[in-house]
């Protein structure tokens, strides 16, 4: 079973809670910045800042809420590669832009806005914290010409497990994204699946994710997972994940289905596509085909086909591509 962006759904499914996200800030901010915070005024932003080809790898979560009795923002990045990400300063600053253009929109000034990075990769986080790092200078006095800010990083991998702390929730979370590029994960499996019960209450929200990330981004079997969570959760828990796995399997099964019927059928177009091609223009005309070739869009495959019957030229027909 494979999800697309588990370690996205697994973050967002936790912080976007507010109850949650109260919880982190609580616990994990520097306690001088804590201070100056309304952690009862925080709202959940919809807004992300994540560029498409990027979500693979990133995911964004933005928090309005006070900051010395003004409002300002907390940016949330989380990066799930394995690896650090040498230019994150610059994908930061790229954010922190499009958030501050955004709300000029809104109003005539500039927020305050704290960015956080969390990371989980197994290597440590070897590149420094603020922007000017990235950049190698030799004469200080050049600093000057150079924008600057810092975020705050959390590296899971530098925590021990009694520094993770918060509501059953967030430990839950945090636990496995630090555990899950590890050998260790199947060892502290058992005592992080304990974490579903609170006063011997099984959270089924946090179980269905929890059931979902596993077996998507582990080679942990269906069975022997079920059996794990039977252990150490309770016995419902158990036929809960196992009845989560095989709805989601026949629901993959169903999509494949249906996409494979949509592939066949934009092939089938584009076939249609080169034969008439082939007819009206000939040699010239099938150049045409590895452009025609790489549209995913079943609409506009629809267009070239039917454009076919009325254009009288190769230009008229590349405009239309």
Same mark, same amino acid.
């Given at each position: ?52 080809? $990027?979500?693979?790898?990133? /995911? ?21 590669? #394995? ?59 050049? $600093? ?11 590296? $899971? ?12 929730? $967030?430990?839950? /979370? ?28 099984? %959270? ?6 929890? /059931? ?19 252990? %150490? ?79 009288? #030229? ?8």
């Amino acid at each position: 079973m494979k999800i697309l962006n588990p370690h996205d759904k697994l973050l967002k499914e936790t912080l976007s809670k507010k109850e949650n996200a109260k919880d982190f800030i609580k616990n994990y901010l520097p306690k001088d910045i804590l201070a100056m915070l309304n952690i009862e005024s925080i709202e959940i932003e919809k807004d992300s800042y994540i560029t498409e080809e $990027l979500k693979e790898y990133f /995911t964004d979560l933005l928090y309005k809420i006070e900051i010395n009795k003004e409002e300002g923002y907390i940016y949330f990045l989380f990066e799930h590669k #394995s690896y650090p990400e040498k230019l994150i300063g610059i994908q930061l600053l790229e954010y922190l832009l499009q958030c501050w253009k955004s709300k000029l929109k809104q109003k005539e000034y500039l927020p305050i806005i704290l960015p956080i990075v969390i990371y989980h990769g197994k290597p440590s986080w070897n590149i420094g914290l603020k922007f000017s790092d990235i950049f190698s200078v030799k004469d200080k006095k050049l $600093l000057k010409y150079l924008p600057e800010f810092e975020y705050i990083l959390y590296d $899971l991998s530098k925590y021990e497990d009694e520094e993770i702390i918060g509501r059953e929730n $967030l430990k839950l /979370t945090m636990q496995l994204l630090k555990y899950i590029y590890t050998d260790e994960l199947m060892l502290k499996l058992p005592e992080i699946l304990k974490l579903l019960l609170k006063d011997k209450k099984l %959270n089924i929200s946090a179980l269905k994710t929890v /059931t979902i990330y596993l077996l998507s981004t582990t080679e942990i079997e269906l069975e022997e997972f079920v059996k794990l969570v039977e252990e %150490n959760v309770s016995k419902e828990g158990g036929e809960f994940a196992m009845t989560t796995a095989k709805r989601l399997e026949l629901k993959g099964i169903e999509k494949g289905r249906k996409e494979g019927i949509k592939e066949g059928i934009k092939e089938g177009i584009k076939e249609g596509i080169e034969i008439a091609l082939d007819i009206k223009f000939g040699k010239i005309g099938l150049k045409l085909m590895d452009k025609i070739k790489k549209i995913a869009n079943l609409e506009k495959l629809e267009e070239i086909k039917e454009s076919l019957r009325r254009v009288n #030229s190769i230009d008229e027909l590349e405009k239309i591509i």
